[in-house]
């Protein structure tokens, strides 16, 4: 394993990262051969074609909820917050296995200063209209999110090395793109197919 790829990936890089191992494999993958990348309009017929195409190899990416929004003719009000695709594949020709990951010795600042995108009045009127839903039995719990934003000057991987370090999870993952930078760390795996079984870890509900 060449530790220079993993201390300063180059753009394409793909990384997944595993606290204690128990989680996901720790891989980093850093040579694509093909990219599929869409709005809500990219037919599935396209997606299953990229996928049948790249049988066996590495593929990364994920779907935007507006994409299932969209998929499944919903109707929403809300706006699209990040402009990236709302959908976006990489197929690697090869990816490597590590066993640890070298975080660098010197750390960034960490005084990020993230910003909803929703004032306070906005937030309660819409706890109060999931209340609303609950008493009328449309539903019986609801994931609320909103949006934080925050400016950072520094490298998109420092930021990571930052991020895993204060909150070293099960479930990381760093995707560079030449458009843009996806950092994510979390301690719930969204699903795992295994033959006729779906695993989720150790609750989704997010």
């Known amino acids: 394993?060449?530790?220079?790829?993993?201390?300063?990936?180059?753009?394409?890089?793909?990384?997944?990262?595993?606290?204690?191992?128990?989680?996901?494999?720790?891989?980093?993958?850093?040579?694509?051969?093909?990219?599929?990348?869409?709005?809500?309009?990219?037919?599935?017929?396209?997606?299953?074609?990229?996928?049948?195409?790249?049988?066996?190899?590495l593929i990364v990416g994920y779907f935007g909820y507006e994409y299932g929004v969209a998929i499944y003719q919903l109707n929403t009000t809300s706006p699209a917050l990040c402009r990236i695709p709302d959908i976006y594949f990489t197929a690697y020709k090869t990816f490597e296995e590590f066993d640890v990951f070298p975080l660098p010795a010197q750390n960034i600042d960490p005084a990020i200063n993230f910003h909803s995108t929703i004032d306070k009045r906005n937030y309660l009127d819409a706890v109060n209209h999931i209340?609303?839903?609950?008493?009328?039995?449309?539903?019986?719990?609801?994931?609320?999110?909103?949006?934080?934003?925050?400016?950072?000057?520094?490298?998109?991987?420092?930021?990571?090395?930052?991020?895993?370090?204060?909150?070293?999870?099960?479930?990381?993952?760093?995707?560079?793109?030449?458009?843009?930078?996806?950092?994510s760390l979390s301690p719930e795996r969204f699903a795992t197919i295994r033959g006729r079984s779906v695993f989720t870890e150790p609750i989704k509900g997010t």
């Open 1 to 57: 394993m060449n530790n220079r790829l993993l201390q300063n990936p180059p753009v394409g890089t793909a990384l997944f990262l595993s606290n204690t191992g128990k989680g996901w494999k720790r891989i980093i993958a850093s040579n694509p051969i093909d990219v599929l990348a869409g709005d809500t309009t990219l037919p599935p017929a396209s997606v299953q074609r990229f996928f049948r195409k790249h049988t066996g190899r």
């Open 131 to 183: 209340i609303d839903h609950i008493r009328q039995g449309d539903i019986y719990q609801a994931n609320f999110t909103h949006f934080l934003r925050s400016k950072f000057a520094g490298a998109a991987f420092q930021l990571f090395c930052h991020l895993v370090r204060q909150n070293p999870v099960e479930f990381a993952s760093f995707i560079q793109t030449p458009e843009f930078t996806i950092h």
